[in-house]
């Protein structure tokens, strides 16, 4: 429940990361003012014994997340993937969250997997291990399918699990309304919105069909991917809280000097993690959108290999054109064209100055270009787009909010391999491909097809529907005849028409 007791869990939540020792190095890595360390450390010490003790044989940070639960967790494996944001020590110190935290007895999940398969687990694997990879939701198993030979991986929910996340996004809900009242210039981030964004995605994360579902629609969008893997889903032996697909060997990412030791080219892997990220979110619309290390391999051969499909994103066609041009306008420092999408789009509101929005978007940019990747602090890049923001009053976009946050999960995975890789420099040939195939003649001529086909679709319905505005004319024009009834629209309808067909008969002549 969304009620005043979740003050109780956000009280826990600062006393916990006081008891373990976390407060002090987080606010260290956020580079927080001396005075809000201050506040800090005298609001949480008389209360720290509220706190978790959590695992004390794991790191300050890492023992309050794994403590607090899962949703906590969640927000750490993003933090893991960022060691320009956090810093080397505390990403290597979160790493462990990925997929190293502790399992569940292998007693239940066999449990789980027979009371949802409705079988035995001798009866449909000749070899299920311990868990090989546990992380905040799931824990995974090494099997070998009995019937056919088979090695598979069989992921299994945490027993629990809908209850805990549950009960972190109901205090995340209340924390989203109280910074909404406290401090009404938070309002343009929506922070409610992004909750409820996280909820959804967490609740189809929860249910594994689900993710079966998501992990057979990414193999077929990506099947002609050179470079790339996505193991296929049994769904014979999938249900809510069990999922089996094909088993994925390779190196994890995030080890990177085992990859180097079997001979693999990390800067390629580092180019090619971020041009497919890209390449899926513009092409497809649908890409994977929890891609930190735990989640990836290199196989034998350089492939790279997507697994855990829990969280993935959508986005539509006109969204993935805005996106594509705002980077482009980066990729070519043109602010001025950037600037003037935001504006397109309704990101910004109409009544700002646009030559000032360009301005700003350049004091943004241009520390980007022309310099070593690895001088650049993303953290302040971060903080000086978030005053740029601020300024011109952008709201939060929660249909951008997964697309957001994997472009800084997978920048953080490519600059493990690569620290001085150049985003913008890896970006740029996917992002041309898009804007030459999207934006422009070829992408008008398939957009009047689709208007076209729409149109056709009601043609047997036309001779109704224009009866039906003549009639609404005929009553509009007895109680108004100044008004002129509905003849404007029936000419705007037809004209509409005609112009489509011109257009279409222009582009195929």
Known sequence: MRGPHNIWRLIRTGATFERTGAMKIALEAADAPAALRAAARILGWPFKWLGYRGDPALPPVTRALTALGPAYIKFGQMLSTRPDVVGEALSDQLRVLQDKLPPFATDIARATVAAELGRDVDEIFSEFSDAVAAASIAQVHRARLRDDGREVAVKVLRPGIERAFQRDIDAFHFAARLIEA?????RRLRPSDVVDHFESVVLGELDLRLESAAASEFAANTARDGGFQVPEPVWSLSARRVMTL?????????????????????IALSERILQLFLRHALRDGYFHADMHQGNLKVAANGDIIAYDFGIMGRIDEYTRRV??????GFIRRDYRRVAEVHFEAGYVPA???????????RAVGEPIFGMDARHISMARLLAHLFEVTETFGMETRTELILLQRTMVVVEGVARSLNPAINMWQAARPVVETYIRENVGPKAL????????????RFGPRLPEIAEGLLRARDGAERAAPARGGLRPLLFAVAGAAAGIGATLLALWS
């Open 323 to 328: 996106y594509a041009e705002i980077l482009m």
């Open 445 to 456: 001529a398939r957009d009047l097809m689709r208007t076209a086909r729409v149109i056709g």
């Open 246 to 266: 094909g088993w994925a060997e390779g190196v994890p990412l995030g080890d990177v000097e085992a990859i180097r030791a079997a001979g693999h080219d990390c």
């Open 182 to 186: 406290l401090a009404p210039a938070s």
């Open 351 to 361: 009544d700002r100055n646009i030559d000032d929005f360009a301005r700003a978007l």
